[in-house]
């Protein structure tokens, strides 16, 4: 990223609770269709509105999360709580894991999200079972994401203080009993809008992954005491996808400007587009899709441009 990089600050950091709403107003009219649409010949259609929703949800719990969305803390936490449900990631554990992610990215070993993305950690039946994933689009990895990351008690125990621990095992019961009495009462409901889930699910990989994959990132030494890098040095270890500034906007809220949002991580989605600077990580996003495509699974997620040659 340039470092000559500026912000209109005025503009650009201040929390908007107005633009804030505005940006609801897509994903709940999208639920909204998709709920009443469950029962009738627009089934199809509906359901596409609702991956929209999900994929959505999930963007706007990164946001919510980091609590710069609104201007009151009680409204993102509602919010946040409202979304984490939605796309089945408890919010408390959200927020400690992705501050960690904030704090340790750069470090591949460091950062909870990535620290077991290596490639020698596979036999060659799982490396078949990851390229057949990736090559065909079944969303393996955002499950694996979200239950190996938000849902694993050893690695939560791992990395939080002990009542932080405490407090995401809590969220994990509540979540859990939420989702499986619904399930018991409403197994239809959930089978009706299993391909919206699905379908967001696969674009949410795609997002996912397109940030940090593939990107050459250091790794301490065994035992070795390293220290964070900063949110400017961070960037270099982030990559932003460009989509026509609507769709970024309206659907994506900004969430593809990876390389802004690790340089500034407190400043509200709607306002990353006003940041002006270039930066050197940053693809079109049908070009850089079908080049990805065209690699294997291992070798775009597990593998760095130092293992292969990159982008």
């Not at 460009?242 to 769709?247: A, C, G, H, S």
């Not at 994506?252 to 390389?259: A, K, S």
């Amino acid at each position: 990223m340039n470092p000559n990089l500026k912000l209109e600050r005025s503009r650009a950091i201040s929390k908007s609770d107005l633009k804030a709403f505005k940006l609801l107003v897509i994903p709940f009219l999208c639920l909204c269709m998709m709920t009443l649409t469950l029962n009738s010949h627009l089934y199809i259609l509906g359901q596409i509105f609702g991956a929209i929703f999900f994929t959505q949800s999930f963007i706007l719990l990164h946001e919510l999360g980091h609590r710069s969305f609104f201007k009151s803390n009680s409204l993102n936490s509602l919010f946040g709580h409202f979304f984490s449900l939605m796309v089945f990631i408890p919010y408390h554990n959200w927020l400690e894991i992705h501050e960690l992610h904030h704090k340790w990215t750069g470090w591949r070993d460091k950062d909870p999200t990535t620290e077991k993305t290596f490639a020698d950690r596979f036999d060659s039946k799982q490396e078949r079972i990851i390229n057949f994933c990736w090559k065909y689009s079944i969303p393996l990895f955002t499950v694996g994401y979200r239950l190996g990351i938000y849902w694993k008690a050893e690695k939560l125990k791992r990395h939080l203080p002990h009542a932080n621990y405490k407090r995401c095992l809590l969220e994990m019961f509540l979540y859990g009993s939420f989702y499986i009495v619904t399930l018991i009462l409403f197994p239809r409901f959930y089978a009706l809008i299993f391909p919206a889930l699905y379908m967001s699910f696969m674009a949410t990989d795609i997002l996912s992954l397109s940030q940090h994959s593939h990107i050459e990132m250091p790794v301490s030494s065994s035992g070795e005491t390293v220290e964070p890098l900063t949110f400017k040095e961070q960037v270099q270890y982030s990559r932003s996808l460009l989509f026509p500034t609507w769709f970024a906007k309206y659907f994506l809220f900004n969430f593809n400007y990876h390389e802004y949002h690790h340089a500034y991580p407190g400043l509200p989605c709607y306002n990353l587009d006003k940041i002006s600077g270039d930066t050197k990580n940053c693809y079109q996003f049908i070009p850089w899709l079908l080049r990805v495509k065209n690699m294997s699974g291992v070798d775009f997620i597990f593998k760095s441009s130092r293992d292969r040659d990159g982008f």
